[in-house]
Structure formats: C-alpha cells, structure tokens
C-alpha cells in the first residue's frame, strides 16, 4: 500500500508540470476503460490541461450517456501532436489496447503513465499503478483521486461508478469488494446516478440480439471431464440474426445464473477467420492460465484468447478448422 502511495505521489508530480495530455483507452470500448479516460479527461481539463482522449474504435451507443462521451475520438492524427504525457487506461498492454503500432509514430519527449487493474499487465509504462486486486480501473482511478484529495464533481463520480459497475457486472462478480462499494457509495453522495448506468450500460439489448442468444442458448454443451459448459457463435448466426458480432456482449456474463458450471467458455466465429474465446468462472481457478495455453490473458476470474481458423460442428463434436 505505501508503494501505491508513492506511485500516487509521483503520479500527481508528472501531471502538474505536463500540459499536453493524451488518454488512451483499449480497443472495443467497454464501461471500464470508457468511465476512466472521461472521468480523468473532466479531472484534467478542471486543471486547464490540454487533453486529449483516444479509443481505436469508435464509444458503443450505450456509453453515450457518460459525460463528455463525445470528446473520445478515434482519430489516428492523434498521434503526430506532441505530448508531455499519455496515460492509458485499462490496457493490459499496448498491444491489447490495439495501439502499439499507432505510437510508434509519436514524438519523443513524453512520459508513459500506466493504470491498469489486470494482472497480466507487463508494467510497460515509465511509472505504473497496477493494482489487480482492484473490481475495476476505475476502482483504481478513485484510489488515486481520493489519495489527492481531489475535489470531486458529478462528471467524475458518473465516469467511475460506469466502469465500476460494468466491470464488477452490477456487482455480482467475485471482485466486487469492500472497496468497491465504498468507492461506489461514496460516488453517488458526489452526483453518480447508479440506477441510470445500470439502466444504460448494463440493461441494453434488444430483441435480435436476444435471437441470437437463444441460438447459443440451445447449443450449449457440458464438458464434465473438464467441468467447462460452453457454447459458440458462428458467422451464418449473424448474418440470419441480422446482428454483428457485438450482440454477443453479455452472454458469458448471463450464464452465470448456471449453477454447476466451474468453467463458462463462448467462442465467436468473426470475420477474418478469426476466433475469439471468452472465459468466466466464480470458483477459485486461474483462468489467465488457461487462456494464456492459446495466447491470450486477462484477470483470473474473467480471461480470453483468439485463435485463428473457423468453427465446425460436426458428428457430435466441436472443431476448429
Ligand atoms: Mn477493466
């Protein structure tokens, strides 16, 4: 803990003397990452920074809520201006977060601050705050804060009781903590509106992409030898379904309510012939191990990985080809 407070310390240092600021958020956005950049990008510019805030892909409908949501572009120019400082949010690693590539193009001069809740994060930044035991990056974000003492506002509290609640998925997963609900009360008696993100980032289906989620539903299998249930999306379901792979959001999340499932695992057939895997359990197994056989990470409890080929099912067994 008195390391965090030193990292916390310099930390606010950097961010006194930078004025150019990027924020960066991984790829495919979720609340976590998206509440975090918005809640620092609405922390920095009360500073009089310059900030900016980048996401390789463009903010999901449903996050549009979130204060300033606006101001996250996916604008590689981006990276030509010349910063003192980025800050990446949420990112395991550079490449996960999908920019490794794009920051190559960068001036040199910055410094690199990492905050991060994953605990496969190498520590690739100059300074990093790494806190796996952290519900959420924002969980982590509102350590930092209230180690500064900052003075809060309603933009803030929204921003990191978003990526609190979507990470911790209305906290019901095993790392909604002690912690966490503290940071969470004390964000609503600062403006957050929990019943409101709930509402908008975790109630957000509709009915085809509920079609689709039968078709998963009906497939499901149960490998008792490995006691792993799990179930796949193929590329014909998206096309019949008329939705994009982005309607499976929230499957894995929903099969908890199984009650003898130790591991949960859907694969998604995308384009490319690429397939992505996303693990779950609530019991006491590492699952960045397992993902980490077929090149992939995460945190313990929730993990994924991709492979590349097609998903067949044929003669009563699941293959990849
Ligand atoms: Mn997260």
């Not at 499976?248 to 130790?262: M, P, S, V, Y």
């Not at 694969?267 to 699952?287: A, Q």
Request: proline share 2%; hydrophobic share 40%.
């Amino acid at each position: 803990m008195e390391n965090h407070k030193t990292i916390s310390e310099n930390i606010r240092q950097e961010i006194n003397i930078a004025q150019n600021i990027l924020l960066i958020s991984h790829q495919k956005p979720d609340g976590d990452t998206l509440g975090s950049n918005l809640a620092l990008l609405a922390y920095l510019k009360r500073l009089g920074k310059n900030v900016f805030s980048f996401c390789l892909h463009p903010l999901p409908e449903k996050f549009s809520f979130l204060p300033n949501a606006h101001l996250i572009s996916d604008d590689h120019r981006l990276f030509t201006k010349k910063y003192d400082l980025i800050i990446t949010v949420d990112c395991a690693s550079l490449e996960y977060a999908g920019v490794d590539k794009l920051m190559t193009a960068l001036p040199q001069g910055y410094k690199l601050i990492n905050i991060d809740h994953h605990i496969t994060n190498p520590h690739f930044g100059d300074m990093n705050l790494v806190i796996p035991e952290a519900s959420s990056n924002a969980e982590v974000l509102y350590r930092l804060f209230r180690d500064w003492q900052i003075d809060w506002d309603s933009d803030i509290a929204t921003g990191l009781s978003c990526g609190m609640i979507t990470d911790t998925n209305g906290f019901t997963n095993a790392a909604t903590s002690y912690h966490c609900f503290n940071a969470i009360s004390e964000m609503t008696k600062q403006g957050a509106k929990p019943h409101r993100i709930v509402k908008n980032a975790l109630t957000n289906t509709n009915i085809a992409h509920l079609r689709l989620w039968g078709r998963a539903m009906e497939r499901l299998r149960e490998s008792k030898h490995h006691g792993i249930v799990y179930t796949w999306f193929n590329q014909e379901d998206f096309k019949e379904c008329q939705v994009d792979e982005t309607a499976t959001e929230g499957i894995i999340n929903f099969l908890h309510i199984l009650k003898d499932a130790k591991i949960l695992m859907v694969l998604t057939e995308m384009k490319n012939n690429v397939i992505k895997g996303s693990l779950r359990t609530t019991l006491n197994i590492d699952l960045t191990q397992l993902a980490k056989i077929f090149g992939g990470g995460g945190h313990k409890k929730a993990a994924g990985f991709s492979l590349s080929g097609r998903l067949v099912y044929d003669n009563n067994k699941l293959k990849i080809i």
